[in-house]
């Protein structure tokens, strides 16, 4: 069936480096894909999103990247510091559902 | 602003009681919500798409007579999670879409853990 999985469960960072979490997607019909942030015990946190009209969007820190060619969708976190330590969520929406992927666990070390 | 709360954040209870979680979004109005379960260290699932003023539409699996949602105004929603039992133990999330702004956006609550004795 369709589904969103991520390729890392965990991965472990060092502070100040670039953090890439990646995201797979099989639901050609998605339009709409976003990352979340999710620390311990709390929901989601938005942090940014896509539409399958462009292939990059950047934040403050942080950029998606999508390739619909090969259904693919990264998170990139620049300068990663102790506080993004959490487990990100990519998620893809069609027809107003969202389905998230299994999510990774960051862990930003001294 | 876009701002959605949940009461209560925790309730322990026991098995055989029922459970209402409330979902409200506090400076929009939202015509659509969601409600989810998560388990730990697993991802989020949608268990149910909740209507105002219409009944709630489940996911494949999700027991409707288990689970009662009612989106009574624009801005509430509410989880009944009937006779729960240990197994229903779990932390509940609900996300609001806007009525109004960008498609498909959805805002999340801060979850309600629940713990059935």
């Known amino acids: 069936g369709e589904s969103v999985g991520l390729h890392l469960p965990t991965l472990s960072v060092q502070e100040g480096d670039n953090s890439i979490i990646n995201c797979a997607y099989s639901?050609?019909?998605?339009?709409?894909f976003i990352w979340y942030k999710q620390e311990s015990g709390k929901g989601p946190q938005f942090i940014i999103d896509?539409?399958?009209?462009?292939d990059k969007r950047q934040g403050q820190r942080v950029t998606v990247l999508l390739n619909k060619t090969v259904k693919h969708l990264s998170l990139q976190i620049a300068a990663t510091q102790p506080g993004d330590s959490a487990v990100y969520f990519c998620a893809e929406a069609s027809w107003g559902k969202f389905q998230f992927g299994a999510g990774t666990q960051v862990v930003v070390t001294p | 602003g876009a701002v959605v709360s949940q009461h209560p954040s925790r309730v322990i209870c026991k098995s055989g009681t029922s459970v209402k979680i409330e979902c409200r979004s506090l400076d929009f109005q939202a015509t659509t919500m969601f409600w989810y379960r998560q388990f730990p260290k697993k991802s989020l699932m949608l268990m149910a798409t909740s209507n105002e003023g219409s009944k709630a539409t489940y996911e494949q699996g999700v027991e409707k007579d288990k689970f009662l949602i009612n989106h009574a105004s624009l801005t509430l929603s509410t989880l009944t999670v009937t006779s729960a039992h240990p197994e229903d133990s779990s932390f509940y999330i609900c996300?609001?879409?806007?009525?109004?702004?960008?498609?498909?956006?959805?805002?999340f609550g801060p979850g309600t853990r629940l713990t059935v004795l």
């Open positions: 896509i539409r399958s009209n462009m």
């Open positions: 639901n050609s019909a998605s339009d709409y």
């Open positions: 996300s609001a879409s806007p009525d109004r702004g960008v498609p498909d956006t959805q805002y």
